[in-house]
């Protein structure tokens, strides 16, 4: 079955680069997602990438994608006192032609150092 | 824009009563999904709608837990009785379409505790 796997926790010093990494099993994923989530709130998007590109900027973040080894890795540049949250890794599988739901991993915990 | 709303945003209640949480998606996403979030399972898809008919609901833990989409604006998803283990915090989101270029956006969640 489709299994997502993140490192539970990070921790990093205000003004350095966060670097969160995630596998991913499903082969057929085309789509990949990365999902922010503070306290007590819902699931705000940040980007998401293609399966057929190898990397995707916007801004603070960066996105890279090993297809060969299903590895997916986000980049925050300059880390801030605001990032502070859970970040969520997601693919979203296919089958039959339709969309299915997405399939999370459980989440790392960004801590930042002041 | 208004996003994805849900009620209420904390409920409380005894194990064995009827529980009724409310969704509201983004106006003009065909697509709904139904999440929970425990600490030991993570974030689990329950069920999802295209234009209010149920396509998938094999992650509904049980006959417990029923879904409706009455129309193109609001969604319900019901736990009769409530369990202790039901206690989690439910997600409600939306997509424009089936495409992955067309991500899910979430609401704000509704916390649920079964005393």
């Known amino acids: 079955g489709e299994d997502v796997e993140q490192s539970l926790f990070l921790s990093v010093r205000e003004g350095d680069s966060s670097v969160i990494n995630c596998t991913y099993t499903d082969s057929s994923s085309t789509y990949l997602y990365w999902y922010k989530q503070e306290p007590g709130a819902g699931l705000q998007l940040l980007t998401y990438i293609f399966s057929n590109m190898d990397m995707k900027q916007d801004q603070r973040l960066t996105v890279l994608l090993n297809k060969k080894d299903k590895h997916l890795s986000l980049r925050i540049a300059d880390t801030q006192t605001g990032d502070s949250a859970i970040y969520f890794c997601a693919e979203r599988g296919y089958s039959g032609g339709g969309a299915d739901g997405l399939t999370f991993g459980k989440g790392t915990h960004l801590i930042i150092q002041p | 824009d208004a996003g994805v709303i849900q009620s209420p945003r904390h409920e409380v209640t005894e194990m064995g009563q009827e529980v009724t949480l409310r969704c509201k998606p983004i106006?003009?996403?065909?697509?709904l999904f139904w999440y929970r979030q425990t600490m030991m399972r993570g974030l689990e898809l329950l069920i999802y709608f295209n234009n209010n008919v149920p396509i998938d609901d094999s992650g509904m833990p049980e006959d417990r837990f029923s879904a409706k989409m009455p129309n193109a604006s609001f969604s319900t998803l019901k736990i009769q009785p409530s369990e202790p283990r039901d206690s989690a915090v439910y997600f409600c989101?939306?997509?424009?379409?089936?495409?992955?270029?067309?991500?899910?956006?979430f609401g704000d969640g509704t916390r649920l505790s079964i005393l």
């Open positions: 106006s003009g996403h065909d697509y």
């Open positions: 989101a939306s997509s424009p379409g089936p495409s992955g270029n067309q991500p899910q956006h």
